[in-house]
């Protein structure tokens, strides 16, 4: 089945820094991918949508200087939270799709991103 | 414009109970439907998803849920609640261009 690999799980990093997620497609190729963020006690809320080989296209409110998406291959796309503050501390999910008769959507484990 | 409201954050029943969980959809279009579980700092795991086949769809771990029209609803089930099935349950829609919108979810306690 389809496999999504997020890395890294769990990150803590200090303000001002930056941090990058890793999201692969294990099994197959993956032209796009979605990138989501969770606050505490809140539910999913979908931020870009990474395409491969373009530049990704932002929801609404979400800064594309400061969450910086590159999706370079059919395999990986990654999330970079730039000049990291408190406020970014978040849950990040990726997913994917595989275009099957039985229309697979596959998610990542989540990074936990804690910023002190 | 599709989305997906979840009634009830917080719902407990005792182990052994009928487990419901309620999601209403909005949708100019026909839906797929998607329940996901998300247990504690761990990403998401689909329960079951309905894509315009059976209105009755079963999923795993003993849930359930029916697509109905006539009331845009696309409720969760489950017979018998264990005390493993305590989580964060969501709701979600797909749209065209494969982009979920999630409900707000509805944190199930099991009661022993």
């Known amino acids: 089945g389809a496999v999504v690999s997020q890395h890294p799980s769990r990150v803590i990093c200090k303000s001002g820094t930056s941090v990058k997620i890793e999201c692969r497609s294990l099994?197959?190729?993956?032209?796009?991918m979605f990138w989501y963020r969770q606050f505490p006690k809140q539910s999913l809320m979908l931020m870009a949508t990474s395409n491969e080989g373009s530049k990704a296209t932002y929801e609404q409110g979400v800064e594309k200087d400061k969450f910086l998406i590159n999706h370079a291959s059919l395999t990986l796309s990654t999330l970079t939270v730039t000049s990291a503050h408190p406020e970014d501390s978040s849950f990040y999910i990726c997913?994917?799709?595989?275009?099957?008769?039985?229309?697979?959507?596959?998610f990542g484990s989540g990074t936990r991103l804690t910023v002190v | 414009a599709q989305s997906v409201t979840q009634l009830g954050s917080h719902v407990s029943v005792s182990e052994g109970a009928l487990v419901l969980l309620r999601c209403n959809y909005s949708s100019s279009v026909p839906p797929y439907l998607f329940w996901y579980v998300q247990y504690p700092n761990q990403g998401l795991q689909l329960l079951l998803k309905?894509?315009?086949?059976?209105?009755l769809v079963k999923g795993i771990n003993g849930f359930e849920a029916e697509f109905k029209k006539s009331e845009t609803s696309f409720h969760l089930t489950k017979p018998s609640a264990h005390m493993s099935d305590a989580a964060e349950y969501f709701c979600?829609?797909?749209?065209?261009?494969?982009?979920?919108?999630f409900g707000t979810g509805t944190s199930l306690t099991v009661i022993p």
């Open positions: 979600a829609v797909i749209n065209t261009g494969n982009q979920f919108y």
């Open positions: 099994d197959f190729q993956a032209t796009t």
């Open positions: 309905y894509t315009s086949a059976a209105t």
């Open positions: 997913s994917a799709t595989l275009f099957t008769p039985n229309y697979g959507y596959t």
